[in-house]
């Protein structure tokens, strides 16, 4: 049973470009997390996401962070007009359910480091 | 509000030496509580839950942590660490019956374990 998949590993953009990164939850998993983490600090939450629903997005700036997870294909983190300020690593788990109640844990995939020019 | 502090920044432990990192917490009622390790460039690898019954609760590597409700901590421990251990520990809190989403993350301490 594969891991939660990210893609790609590293990404480089300049300053203004699109950065788009890509997460395949684990097999079974329907519930989808987006963390962002900066150098030596924790993980700040972004987004949650369910199949075609945004559950919470309470973590996400307002301007130019979008997410989703179609019926098909992997969830997608896009960041529009990137600034040196998202440099990070975006990190995205999954599990199985996310309904109250149920303990479940999240597993991370390897993330994606972002560097902006 | 709930949350959790990791009051250690670094710990340092010799190789075969007991290890405690440590993580309080804030929430009402009985909290869902996590430990995590992250390897460098890596993601986070879930080490152990407390949900609920036993408060002393084993998980991956060797690794327990134990609930106390009345000072609200949940330290992880390993009775003999490994150089292998070092890495960046996270703990995390939900509060119940709460959103998976809603899950808070420490700010993590770094276990380095000399030979």
């Known amino acids: 049973n594969a891991g939660v998949m990210q893609n790609p590993r590293h990404l480089v953009r300049r300053r203004g470009q699109e950065a788009r990164l890509r997460c395949s939850p684990m097999k079974g998993h329907s519930h989808v997390y987006w963390y962002r983490q900066l150098p030596e600090e924790g993980l700040k939450f972004m987004v949650y996401?369910?199949?075609?629903?945004?559950?919470?997005e309470s973590g996400m700036p307002k301007e130019r962070f979008s997410a989703e997870f179609p019926k098909e294909g992997p969830s997608i983190l896009r960041i529009q007009q990137v600034v040196r300020g998202d440099s990070a690593a975006y990190f995205c788990?999954?599990?199985?359910?996310?309904?109250?109640?149920?303990?479940?844990?999240?597993?991370f995939g390897p993330g994606t480091r972002l560097t902006v020019t | 509000a709930q949350s959790v502090a990791q009051p250690e920044d670094q710990v340092n432990v010799a190789e075969g030496n007991p290890l405690t990192v440590k993580c309080t917490y804030s929430v009402s009622g009985n909290p869902y509580l996590f430990w995590y390790v992250q390897y460098p460039n890596r993601g986070l690898q879930f080490l152990l839950k407390?949900?609920?019954?036993?408060?002393l609760v084993k998980g991956s590597y060797g690794f327990e942590a134990e609930f106390n409700k009345s000072q609200t901590s949940f330290h992880l421990k390993k009775p003999s660490a490994l150089v292998s251990d070092s890495a960046l520990y996270f703990c995390a809190v939900r509060a119940p019956y709460s959103s998976a989403s809603k899950i808070i993350f420490g700010s993590g301490t770094r276990l380095s374990i000399r030979p």
């Open positions: 788990a999954s599990s199985p359910e996310g309904t109250r109640n149920s303990p479940y844990e999240q597993y």
């Open positions: 996401l369910q199949k075609e629903n945004i559950i919470d």
């Open positions: 407390y949900i609920t019954g036993d408060n």
